[in-house]
């Protein structure tokens, strides 16, 4: 890295936070009806140089908590002495949903479909306006951490619009296993913020209302690498154990019938055409049907709750252009890191960093 002009000063909600300060702060983003405020916790990061501002969120789907804990991680890691940048962290950033364990807001809304917002709006668009305009449109990347939805699970992933090329780069730069491109929809931050020009990647990992080390140390790491792709770290000197691959298309496989599901298939793993990746069956077993996987490519996700009714989307399948024996490696070394990182100190606590 070059020499780095000093930092400026950064003011979120009233607040300012000088180059090599860190500061925790509260956004008032809305009231209770007891009349108390409810506020969103955020944490800056001011480093000392100047350099990129990234936004690091979690939980904008209240029930969704692996990120919470990658956000925690982070933030203990990192020395504002040593960051070139900013980081603005926020580890909840839909309050009401998480204090409900849920994924939406009172009015059932949901906050990612809410962007930018309205300051006249529902409580969802007040929010949504609140941190777009305060938090937001101040930063140069963002990198928002979801889990797959209640009684789902995913193999991490990195969600982008590969289409835009800094995405794309942060998409490669953060090193989970898959990276999917995926279509921007409308309201949600990722394409609300890719709007003002600000990139945007998405991860996903594991499952709602739990903390699950696999996809923490792959969050942690992958965040860390981002950061070292945009100059905010000194870069490492360390290749990945695997190589990351970029679906060509992904589907969902619904169940042909009501009743038990059983799965026979894990996270990551490689599919063949016509292989039997289910079953559903009535509780005694006596009438099963095969759920049956219509292409080969690796399942990125899946419904964890073993009752299903006939049109529910069990089992997520992404495919690929390289050819499967070659994807099939590559989840192998993944596997390989995975199992490598749970033997580690890293596991929760407070370590360094190896890549
Ligand atoms: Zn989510």
Redesign the pocket.
């Known amino acids: 890295m070059g020499r780095a002009k000093k930092n400026k000063a950064i003011e979120i909600g009233g607040e300012t936070v000088n180059p090599g300060d860190r500061l925790s702060l509260e956004l008032e983003i809305a009231k209770l009806y007891t009349h108390a405020p409810l506020n969103v916790s955020i944490e800056v990061l001011n480093g000392k140089l100047s350099g990129p501002t990234l936004l690091i969120c979690a939980a ?2 209240g029930d ?1 908590l692996n990120g919470i804990e990658i956000v925690r991680q982070i933030m203990a890691r990192t020395d504002t002495k040593k960051l070139r940048g900013t980081i603005i962290a926020i580890p909840v950033v839909n309050v009401f949903g998480f204090i409900h364990k849920s ?1 939406y807001l009172p009015d059932r809304r949901d906050l ?1 479909r809410s962007f930018p917002g309205s300051e006249r709006g529902s409580i969802a668009g007040r929010m949504a306006y609140q941190l777009f305009n305060e938090v937001i449109s101040q930063c140069t990347h963002v990198i928002d951490l ?4 209640i009684h789902r699970t995913n193999l991490p992933q990195i969600r982008a619009n590969l289409e835009n090329q800094e995405a794309a780069a942060m998409a490669t730069a953060f090193g989970a296993p898959v990276v999917v491109d995926a279509a921007l929809r409308e309201g949600s931050l990722r394409a609300e913020a890719e709007r003002i020009e600000i990139p945007v990647i998405t991860y ?1 990992a594991g499952e709602a209302l739990r903390f699950e080390p696999y996809a923490i140390n792959a969050g942690v790491r992958g965040c860390i690498r981002v950061m070292r792709h945009l100059g905010m770290l000194r870069q490492s000197r360390r290749k990945l154990p695997y190589k990351p691959v970029t679906a060509r298309a992904t589907r969902w496989v619904r169940a042909d019938a009501d009743g038990i599901f059983r799965s026979h298939i894990a996270l990551g793993e490689m599919v063949s055409k016509q292989q039997v990746i289910g079953i559903i069956s009535d509780p005694a077993g006596s009438q099963e049907v095969e759920v049956i996987a219509p292409q080969s490519g690796i399942l990125i996700g899946q419904q964890t709750l073993p009752v299903v009714n006939e049109g529910d989307a069990v089992f997520h399948i992404a495919f690929f252009s390289q050819p499967d024996d070659l994807i099939e490696q590559h989840m192998e070394d993944y596997r390989d890191q995975v199992k490598d990182d749970q033997d580690d100190e890293l596991k929760w606590g407070i370590g360094t960093l190896s890549t």
């Open positions: 904008i789907h969704e994924r990612n979801h889990t797959a939805a996903e």
